[in-house]
């Protein structure tokens, strides 16, 4: 099915700099005396568009010396397999960090922090802007006009969009690209731009200004106020959609089912749990001694080694409208690989804690082994193991599950790219959630004893909490979000 494109102009925007591309996505062409630059292609449809906006304004594509690319996103580098077939001199740039975006072309150059791009009489400099995607960058360049020299400049990675969870869920992008696209909008923020250039039309309301050329005194493009009026409002967007996701996906973990009604590390355990509203699951994981990965906890391990743990019989029917006795169910400790065969295809998200050491490549394994990586998270007491199987697997999700919420952590885990900080319910503090937020690492509670914690945790914007009576949180959520049960 074609896209819906709508071409503007093509018109000179200031100086040497030319609006080449579609509402929906732009592209910008330097003429810099000796050669051209083009900066995004758009979508592969785009490239039909941006040749004949460049042939209507009189320039060739072939004296194409340059491709930048802002990031890797196909609405800025699906277009440049084509492009390169009328450029075939252009070499094309983007941060190698985003290559895992691209189709159908490789880039030649990897774009780094500070680096200056020069051709002809023109000098771009690029900043590194990580966060939209790993590897955004924006670009800074001089202009004049009327005989004042001006800063023109891009935000590489502006969109918000894409740092929301389903988002990234979807393509494994990590949390912690919030926290770098919040560090980046501080460092733009330092940087005086008078020429705010949009890579989506929409950032720099391109089409009012262009309408506006033909009869304004001054070139409504120089605009000096714009830019951090634009940051800041980047910023606001992004802390909206995470508060408002703190709250519309919180996660409310069932941990060994639902222990406060039964506590057994079994399958129907889970389920019961699931069954009283919660849409997480967290276990502990561990090995018997025949080397099998089982679900455990500290009364399971009494049966692991052989022991004989005491079950008393439950009945479930005021909690969740079935009825279940204890005797009725197998004994039978699950393994990890149960496990995840029985929950791989609910919505939920399941938590694994490592138990020991020397059990990361195995779980990684059976985390690939039933595709769950998108709805797993492996957490640890001990940062040795959970670096361990992010090593072994980049692209799992790992959370640290600490006694203390201290800030001087942030820097430990944002380095060792940690999604979640667990923290005890009672070290979290507004402050601190606050902090651990905007480093883009989520918040999920452990050990909330009472339903006077849970609600103030809730109420605080953590994301998620491991409760022990998985139905008292789930009636609270539902109790502050009325809007959400009319739907
Ligand atoms: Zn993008």
New binding site residues.
């Given amino acids: 099915m074609a896209r819906e494109l709508t071409k503007i102009g093509p018109f000179r925007m200031i100086d040497n700099i030319y609006f080449v591309g579609t509402k929906e996505a732009s592209s910008h062409l330097i003429d810099t005396g000796e050669g051209l630059i083009l900066i995004d292609t758009g979508y592969e449809e785009t490239a039909d568009i941006v040749l004949e906006s460049m042939g209507e304004l009189g320039f060739d594509p072939r004296d194409i010396k340059i491709i930048l690319h802002?990031?890797?996103?196909?609405?800025?580098t699906d277009g440049t397999p084509k492009m390169l077939k009328y450029a075939p001199e252009a070499k094309t740039y983007l941060s190698f960090k985003d290559i895992k975006y691209l189709n159908g072309f490789t880039p030649d150059c990897d774009i780094k922090e500070g680096d200056v791009i020069r051709l002809g009489r023109t000098e771009i400099l690029c900043l590194f802007t990580p966060g939209?995607?790993e590897g955004?960058v924006s670009f800074f360049l001089n202009v004049n006009d009327g005989g004042e020299t001006y800063r023109a400049a891009m935000f590489g990675?502006?969109?918000v969009n894409?740092l929301r969870k389903a988002y990234m869920h979807k393509n494994e992008v990590p949390y912690l690209c919030r926290g770098l696209f919040f560090d980046s909008i501080e460092r733009l923020l330092e940087e005086p731009v008078d020429v705010m250039i949009g890579?989506h039309s929409w950032q720099n309301k391109t089409i009012q200004k262009y309408e506006k050329m033909a009869t304004a005194e001054k070139n409504p493009f120089i605009y000096p106020a714009e830019w951090a009026k634009y940051l800041l409002s980047l910023k606001s967007s992004l802390e909206r959609v995470m508060g408002e996701e703190s709250r519309k996906l919180f996660l409310n973990y069932a941990h060994r089912g639902a222990s406060a009604y039964y506590p057994e590390n079994t399958m129907f355990a889970f389920e019961a749990g699931l069954k009283m509203g919660a849409n997480g699951i967290e276990t502990d994981v561990r090995k018997t001694k025949d080397g099998v990965l089982v679900l455990f906890h500290d009364s399971t391990l009494e049966r692991v080694t052989g022991e004989t743990g005491s079950v008393s019989d439950y009945t479930y029917e005021q909690l969740c409208g079935f009825t279940v006795k204890c005797g009725d169910r197998s004994d039978k400790i699950p393994t990890l690989d149960e496990f995840l065969a029985r929950f791989r295809d609910e919505e939920i998200i399941l938590a694994i804690e490592l138990k020991e050491d020397g059990i990361e490549a195995e779980v990684a394994a059976l985390i690939s082994k039933h595709d769950v990586r998108k709805k797993c998270i492996v957490t640890a007491f001990e940062l040795e193991r959970i670096k361990k199987i992010k090593a072994i697997d980049h692209n799992i999700r790992i959370g640290y599950l600490s006694h203390s919420m201290d800030e001087e952590l942030i820097a430990k885990l944002t380095e060792l790219e940690i999604d979640q900080i667990c923290p005890k319910a009672s070290e979290i503090t507004p402050e601190r959630l606050a902090a651990f937020h905007r480093a883009g690492i989520d918040v999920r509670a452990f050990g909330v004893r009472d339903e006077e914690i849970m609600r103030s945790v809730y109420d605080m914007g953590a994301d998620g909490m491991t409760v022990n009576f998985p139905d008292k949180l789930a009636e609270y959520i539902v109790e502050m979000n009325p809007a959400e049960e009319q739907e």
Avoid: F, I, M, R
């Avoid at 802002?70 to 800025?76: E, L, N, W």
């Fill in positions: 802002s990031h890797g996103h196909y609405d800025h939209h995607t955004s990675g502006a969109g894409q890579n």
